[in-house]
């Protein structure tokens, strides 16, 4: 099993910045990737970031590109989401979530293609 611990969310003007942390225990997986998703109230649940473990090969969703960096301390089975020039339509609950195969041929967009979950962290950003 792997736990996800994310961190970092709160409340933040617009044109802030915001630092997510995703805290991994239990069984990591080495050939796999990590990514973070966003889930506003009515919407569903859409991808942000991802990274893999082995190689740090990131991608972006178009909405996030250029202001969102992530990264990875794989020493500390740890991801983090920075974000810059925050935007009211980034508000969201934000989670993390693992892969167990990196480069399995599924899409590291989709959220079903992810194993497990952390728990979420609100991010708020006001006007």
Not at 90 to 96: E, K, L, P, Q
């Amino acid at each position: 099993q792997v736990q996800l611990v994310e961190s970092g969310g709160g409340l933040v003007q617009a044109g802030g910045s915001l630092r997510l942390s995703c805290a991994a225990s239990g069984r990591t997986f080495s050939g796999g990737a990590m990514g973070w998703f966003r889930q506003a109230p009515g919407k569903e649940r859409s991808f942000v970031a991802r990274i893999s473990w082995s190689g740090g090969g990131t991608d972006y969703a178009d909405s996030v590109k250029g202001r969102f960096t992530i990264s990875r301390d794989n020493a500390k089975n740890t991801v983090y989401l920075q974000m810059d020039s925050l935007k009211p339509e980034d508000s969201a609950v934000y989670y993390c979530a693992a892969k167990r195969v990196a480069f399995d041929g599924r899409s590291f967009r989709t959220a079903q293609n992810y194993q497990y979950w952390g728990q979420g962290t609100q991010v708020t950003v006001s006007s």
